[in-house]
């Protein structure tokens, strides 16, 4: 489905990705894990198209297109959706009324005819439940006045609605008490599918528990520096990243 | 990037651009009193309105253009306009089919329906309209209906022949010929109008509109508007405006007086969407209006929305005078500018009953080159006692080459006043439009979307119809504006 291959990015001077090698395959969840500041939020970042950063090598291949010639709204309505780590408010404009420009924005790019209301209305009602979505919050306004959970619930919500095919979730279980935790891993479960993937970039091992990964991923310094089950994760957490770190200076110097 | 795209810029398309073909019975280009003459005897009107006319002019000659607003443009050349251009032939129109087809053309064009019929079987909800063609009405429908109910609703002239004791003893009421310099002009050359009276106790069963279309080369467009509603009555007026696209600057000068009675409400909504200029800042409307309430009587309120979006300049401030005890003023404003269009627009809230609370809620938008400033009186007289008000102004950047300014002017004559200010300047940022686009909305739906709900509280207040046309206003008003 996506495929990164040695994709290296900057901001400014500093280049942060460093060689990314990455496969992922449709119905496969994979998990990057890495310590503060190894370059988790910009793949994430950059594989959605923000404009700070700057490609400087590599390709990512997404369902066979060129991803990094993509516009972001293309990357979107091509089946890319990213659960943002701090998602930004919009005031006054209704979730609603959001989404369902996304959505029939996506649907036209695919040649479908706008959603009928009455159709979308049951989409909204449906797909909330799935979050435990409170059907006021729909009504308001982008992440208005949202809580730090009904904001990450939100996107999962969002998520549901959009239907994509590979989603990346940037830190997703940040913030979240144990309950809100456990409603979001839940949605996501739900929506697991064979057809679509899930890219799951986390700190913690504690998101592991309720969405088994398939492969966990280390990143540390701007680079992909191990890989393995989902076994992986809880070595990790056992020793911390010290272990990674010392293994990987090493390897350096 | 932005800045890249801003100076690509702007493929500003102004839908309204095209211009009738018709025959015009025209003035000599000039002012001068022989001119005041002509329009007055045009209009076959009393002596006392040519007296009222010749008095405005007098004053106005001594009187000098007004600079303290935040705007700069080349000062109109006040005898190279045509001060009265109407449409041939003028005469009475007794039914639709004697209205010139072209004028019938234009205004479908514009999506107004001069056919009452139509309305009546049509989704729309009942509007009556007064069409104002250059400088004159040349039809207003539903006045019949409205008749029923003892509603008056027609043209400043005719209100002039047939209602001369309400024209006379209301106009200049509020807003007296001395009151500033574009004030004592129109007061001198206004060509027509509406005028509206709703009698006591009547709620006005339909909106009342007026939509002002400026066509002729080379005139200015004078009107002024006069709405009484007398005790315990209630109207809901609005006001559209469009001008064809051309490289002069034609000047627009009108007079809006709003007087309410005991318990009477009078809700005044307007889009303006004069022609705003090329992306160079060439032509446009200069939109120099004073508009002005008075709550006479107690209990009564006045609530001016505006959406401004059009005009190359505009100078305007609808005001509220709270002369009532426990009156109600409010100020609901868009104001968007693009490209190198300028506008100081604001209100005035004068407090001298007891009680009496107004609230204004402003909401600049700039983008381009384009300068917007809010600019705000309130008010409170020794004796308001209790007096309270509340401003909100918020103004948005699009890019960094516009400016966004707030001139608010607070004077307070009374301890038990309580006046809250709040302000606030953003950008569209970044972030809001990156998160738009991941979810697969383009870059001009996402601004047109944050736009819209920047604006939301004051689009509200707009009647239903009005917040739909307004809504795709903003966003075709910001076409290609990418910050």
């Not at chain 2, 308001?384 to 509340?390: D, H, K």
Request: aromatic share 8%; net charge negative.
């Amino acid at each position: 489905m996506i495929s990164i291959k040695n994709l290296h990015a900057s901001i400014g001077e500093k280049e942060i990705l460093r060689g990314i090698n990455l496969e992922v395959k449709a119905g496969e969840v994979h998990a990057i894990m890495g310590p503060n500041g190894s370059g988790k939020s910009t793949l994430s970042s950059v594989l959605a198209g923000r404009e700070d950063y700057n490609v400087t090598e590599g390709t990512v291949t997404f369902n066979g297109k060129n991803l990094l010639d993509l516009s972001p709204e293309d990357r979107a309505r091509e089946g890319l959706f990213l659960a943002f780590q701090y998602p930004v408010e919009i005031p006054g404009v209704s979730n609603i009324n959001f989404l369902r420009t996304a959505l029939n924005e996506i649907r036209k790019y695919h040649g479908h005819e706008e959603m009928p209301a009455k159709d979308f209305l049951a989409l909204v009602k449906d797909k909330s439940k799935l979050v435990e979505l409170d059907s006021k919050l729909a009504s308001r306004g982008v992440n208005e006045g949202f809580s730090g959970g009904e904001k990450k619930r939100n996107e999962i919500f969002q998520m549901a609605m959009l239907n994509p095919q590979l989603a990346i979730l940037d830190e997703t279980d940040s913030g979240l008490d144990i309950d809100a935790l456990r409603i979001v891993a839940n949605g996501v479960n739900k929506l697991k599918s064979k057809d679509n993937a899930t890219i799951l970039i986390t700190h913690y091992q504690r998101l592991l528990d309720y969405i088994v990964p398939d492969f966990v991923h280390i990143l540390y310094k701007g680079r992909i520096v191990k890989s393995g089950g989902k076994e992986l994760a809880l070595e990790l957490e056992a020793k911390g990243y010290d272990e990674i770190k010392a293994q990987f200076e090493s390897l350096e110097s | 990037m932005a800045n890249e795209i801003l100076e690509e810029h702007i493929q500003n398309e102004y839908k309204w651009g095209f211009t009738t073909d018709i025959d015009a019975d025209e003035a000599p280009k000039g002012l001068n009193e022989d001119i005041i003459r002509f329009i007055s005897a045009k209009k076959n009107e009393p002596e006392w309105m040519l007296e009222f006319r010749l008095k405005a002019y007098r004053n106005w000659q001594n009187m000098t253009e007004p600079h303290w607003a935040h705007v700069s443009y080349a000062k109109p050349n006040f005898q190279d306009i045509i001060y009265y251009s109407a449409p041939k032939p003028k005469k009475e129109l007794a039914s639709l089919d004697e209205v010139d087809p072209e004028l019938l053309k234009t205004f479908e064009k514009l999506g107004i329906s001069i056919d009452e019929q139509k309305r009546l079987t049509g989704v729309q909800s009942n509007i009556a309209v007064d069409i104002v063609f250059d400088s004159v009405s040349v039809k207003t429908t539903f006045k019949e209906t409205l008749a029923e109910k003892g509603i008056i609703f027609c043209s400043f002239s005719e209100a002039v022949q047939d209602h001369p004791d309400l024209v006379k003893k209301y106009m200049g009421m509020v807003v007296p010929p001395t009151d500033n310099f574009y004030a004592a002009l129109n007061s001198a050359v206004f060509t027509d109008g509406s005028f509206c009276y709703i009698p006591k106790g009547v709620r006005s069963p339909m909106e009342l509109s007026t939509y002002f279309r400026i066509n002729a080369s080379g005139t200015g467009q004078f009107e002024r508007t006069l709405i009484i509603a007398d005790e315990d009555a209630f109207v809901s007026y609005l006001e559209g405006c469009t001008a064809p696209q051309r490289d002069e600057n034609q000047l627009h000068a009108a007079v809006v007086e709003i007087i309410t009675h005991k318990n009477a409400e009078v809700k005044y909504s307007t889009v303006q969407n004069w022609y705003p200029g090329d992306k160079n800042g060439k032509g446009g409307i200069f939109n120099f209006v004073t508009k002005r309430g008075i709550c006479l009587e107690d209990n009564s309120k006045i609530s001016w929305t505006q959406v401004e979006t059009g005009s190359a300049v505009t100078w305007k401030y609808p005001s509220v005078i709270l002369k009532g005890n426990n009156s109600v003023g409010e100020f609901y404003s868009v104001a968007l500018t693009n490209n190198y269009q300028q506008a100081d627009t604001g209100t005035k809230m004068i407090h001298i009953g007891k009680n009496t609370r107004s609230t204004i809620i402003s909401k600049g938008i700039s983008a381009g080159f384009s300068n917007n400033s809010y600019r705000g009186l309130v008010q409170i007289k020794k004796g308001a006692s209790n007096a309270r008000n509340f401003s909100q102004c918020d103004s948005l950047l699009m890019g960094d080459k516009c400016g966004a300014h707030t001139f608010p002017y607070i004077e307070i004559k009374d301890k038990t006043a309580v006046v809250e200010h709040e302000a606030t300047t953003s950008k569209i940022g970044e972030d809001q439009l990156f998160y738009c686009k991941q979810r697969g909305i383009d870059n001009e739906k996402a601004i047109g979307l944050i736009v819209n709900g920047y604006c939301k509280e004051v689009l509200n207040k707009l009647p239903m119809e009005f917040a739909v046309e307004a809504q795709k206003l903003l966003a075709i008003s910001l076409e290609g504006s990418v910050g």
